[in-house]
Every structure is written in C-alpha cells, then in structure tokens.
C-alpha cells in the first residue's frame, strides 16, 4: 500500500478487511474495522488486539468516520491557529506513514513467508522426483528382469511342446505296433488252436459218390474265439440240434483247471487229455 493509496485495512490478525464507512483507531496508531472495534473495546480495561497495549485513556480509542461531510471539514479545524493545525494535520499524516509502513512490513513477512514455503515445495518437490526415479529405475530394471525371465519361460516351454509332440509321435507309432502285433498275436493263436484240436474233435472223412475223399463233419468248425486271461484258447461250435458247444485248449503252462464263464445257460462236460494238451467241453442250452 502506497501513500496514494486512499483506504485502509482493518488490523485485526484475522480480519484485513478494508476500513469503509466508520473505523475505530486507537492512540497507539492501529486502525480497526466497526466490527471488531465493537467488538473488543466494548469491555474495560480496553487491550489493543493488535500490539496489547492498554487504552484506559479517555481518547485512547476514537471511533470515527472515514468520510465526513462537507460541513463538518469546514467546522472541524475552524478558529484553530495554524501552528494547531499543521500539528493536527502532521500526526494525522504521521498515523497514516505508520500505517503503510505497518502493511508493507507485513507484506514483506508474508512474502518472505510464502518464498520459505515455495523454497520447502521445491526440495519436497525434489526430493519426491528423485525418489520417483528412483522407484522408476527399479521398475524399468524389475521389468527387464521379468522379461528376460519370460523369454526363457517362453523357450523352456517351445522346448517342452518339442519333446511332447516327439513324445506324441513316439507314442502314435508304438500304438500302431502294438495294434498290429496284437492282431498278429490273434491270427496266430487262432491258427495254432486249430492245429492242435484233439482228433475227436477233427472233421470226419467220407467218401463221396465220385469216389473221392471229401471233408465232412456232422460238426461245425470251431470258430476261434479268443484268448483267456491265462493264455487259454476258447472255442465254440454250432451243432446241427442248434446247441452251441463251447471248448477250451489249455496250453501245458496252464495245466491247472480254470473255471469257465458265460452269461447264457452252460453245461460244462468232462475235460480229455492227450498229451500234454488238456480240453474241456461245455453246451450252451440258448435257443
């Protein structure tokens, strides 16, 4: 605030409001807006808010009016010497000097002030951006790291889906074996248990009309059913009352007796060795 300046502001701590219409000044040069004036000199002893000095004088605190009226500045200094007046007019001047310069030490503490605190922003300021790149640099080196991690989990799992489908392959062709020697192994046994079926159980010879001989049989052939868990052959035949007769070879490894299963109606008949082959018969009553 300038000399040229033609207001004032309230010298209350909280209040710096500018002074219109009426103000309460006190003799130790502070000036008060109408509220707070009102306010804290309504009690005695009355205390300056401003600096705490006491004004238990009669003229210590003067409420005035900043704006007076044509007549009373005609009438206010009238009949007064001039040596009164120029009193008058220099502490009126000098209330308003210490005024000013009261507002610009103030501005300048709230300058100085506000340069300590930008100064305080500024290091915590720093301080914050070095420590977020800090924080960045840790991330950008955790992120390389995982990257580096990713590209050998990504070759340990090409490496992985290599071996597995060679696996794959491997596995395809020894199913493939295992499929063919298993058919082998039932082309074989077939032909084994028709080999060596006991002569009762061969087809009869006659002779034809021609004079030649021919294979006759008032039996079916037997057909090859399969092999028992024990390596057993299991045959059957169709006889001509519509009987089904089941039979199993036991090979001399297997010489034991084994109980024969079937869910239709079974009579399971004597068993005849020859040798060291051992064969027993069963019927099948099913229609």
């Known amino acids: 605030m300038s000399l040229c300046e033609d207001f004032l502001l309230c010298n209350f701590p909280k209040c710096r409001a500018k002074l219109s219409g009426f103000a309460w000044v006190t003799a130790c040069s502070h000036a008060f807006c109408d ?60 209330f ?59 070759r340990k799992y090409s490496e992985v889906s ?15 074996l295992y499929d063919s020697l298993r058919l082998r192994n039932m082309v074989v046994g077939e032909r084994e248990g028709i080999r060596f079926a006991p002569p009762e159980f061969a087809p009869a010879r006659r002779q034809d009309n021609t004079g030649m001989e021919g294979h006759h049989s008032t039996y079916n052939s037997p057909s090859f059913l399969g092999t028992g868990s024990e390596g057993n052959k299991i045959f059957s035949t169709l006889e001509p009352d519509h009987t089904r007769s089941f039979f199993r070879f036991n090979s001399p490894a297997n010489s034991q007796s084994h109980a024969f299963i079937h869910s239709s109606p079974v009579l399971v008949g004597p068993s005849l060795t020859q040798g060291n082959c051992r064969l027993t018969l069963c019927l099948d009553f099913t229609p």
């Open 162 to 176: 290599e071996r597995l489908m060679e696996r794959n392959r491997q596995y395809q062709k020894l199913q493939g």
């Open 35 to 94: 509220q707070h004036g009102s306010g804290e000199f309504s009690h005695s002893p009355a205390i300056c808010p401003a600096c705490s000095s006491a004004l238990s004088g009669k003229l210590d605190i003067v409420r005035t009016e900043l704006a007076p009226s044509e007549e009373y500045k005609a009438m206010v200094l009238a009949g007064l010497r001039p040596e009164i007046v120029l009193d008058i007019s220099a502490r009126a001047l000098a």
């Open 96 to 154: 308003w000097t210490y005024q000013v310069h009261q507002e610009r030490l103030f501005q300048e503490y709230s300058l100085s002030r506000a340069e300590t605190q930008v100064k305080q922003a500024e290091k915590l300021l720093a301080q914050q951006s070095q420590s977020r790149e800090l924080e960045l640099s840790a991330m950008r080196g955790e992120i390389s790291s995982l990257k580096k991690v990713m590209e050998e989990y990504k």
